[in-house]
């Protein structure tokens, strides 16, 4: 449940991002960028980053609270070969 809702989240963070992108890349294609609003735009693609991030770590931690000690070393030991989500 906790995997299948970040995911959720995530999906719908990343339609999120590809348009911010695409709003970034249209303004530096322009002949002379209007820097206040490459400012703003480049700002927002921070803020949904940063967003995402944030979502990974609050996912990662309720999974950690659910499991026991030796499931949290099971999975850090899969996280660190680049298994599982939230590596």
């Known amino acids: ?3 299948t ?9 990343a339609n999120e991002l590809i348009a911010a992108s695409a ?8 002949e ?3 820097q206040k609003a490459v400012a703003s735009a480049y700002r927002t693609l921070s ?4 967003k995402r991030l944030e ?3 609050d996912a990662r931690a309720k999974v950690d609270a659910v499991l026991t000690k030796e499931q949290r070393e099971q999975l850090r030991g899969w996280r660190s070969r680049g298994f599982g989500p939230w590596r």
Do not use: S, V
């Open 1 to 3: 449940k906790i995997y």
């Open 32 to 34: 002379k960028p209007d």
């Open 55 to 57: 979502l990974g770590l």
């Open 23 to 30: 709003r970034l890349n249209e303004l530096l294609g322009t």
């Open 5 to 13: 809702d970040a995911r959720q989240k995530q999906w719908n963070l």
């Open 47 to 50: 803020d949904l980053r940063l």
